[in-house]
């Protein structure tokens, strides 16, 4: 997959995204920062009811940033999953073709055998396939 232009495309995409989102986050942690600063710098200042009150935004404000970061992870992870499936998809579909052009019954994957013959190895094929398959990598919402 690491030579097929469309995954290079839809992981340099992906990248694009998660380094924008992660600025962003990164600004958000900044600015957390700053404002539990302000607090500590502020608590021989204000009454503790203002301090309170303050204390209240900072954890809201750490809160939402919180939700933020779960769901960048659970985008990143979906789109990483989608696309996963797509190969997968494609794999299953090519190998069910080797298979019954060359009268296959049963076709293991290579962790899950002892004994192989390299005559029976259709792994070189199926790379091939694959390299010659177009995807539609895409990133999702």
């Known amino acids: 997959m690491n030579n097929n232009s469309e995954y290079k495309i839809f992981l340099e995409q992906l990248t694009i995204f998660k380094v924008n989102k992660e600025k962003e986050l990164k600004d958000d942690e900044n600015k957390l920062f700053k404002y539990k600063q302000d607090i500590n710098d502020s608590i021989n ?16 404000l750490l809160d939402k940033h ?13 789109n990483i999953n989608y696309n996963r499936s797509l190969i997968l998809n494609e794999i299953a ?15 293991l994957e290579s962790q899950n ?26 990133i999702i919402e």
Not at 46 to 57: G, L, M, P
Not at 66 to 78: D, G, L, P, W
């Open 66 to 78: 919180h939700t933020k970061v779960k769901e960048f992870n659970r985008y990143i992870e979906k």
């Open 113 to 138: 055998y002892f004994l192989s013959s390299e005559s029976i190895d259709i792994s070189q094929e199926v790379v091939l396939k694959l390299s010659q398959t177009k995807f539609s990598f895409e």
């Open 45 to 60: 200042i204000y009454i503790q009811e203002e301090i309170d009150n303050k204390i209240n935004i900072y954890n809201t």
């Open 93 to 107: 579909k090519v190998v069910m073709s080797i298979a019954k052009n060359q009268n296959i019954d049963l076709i």
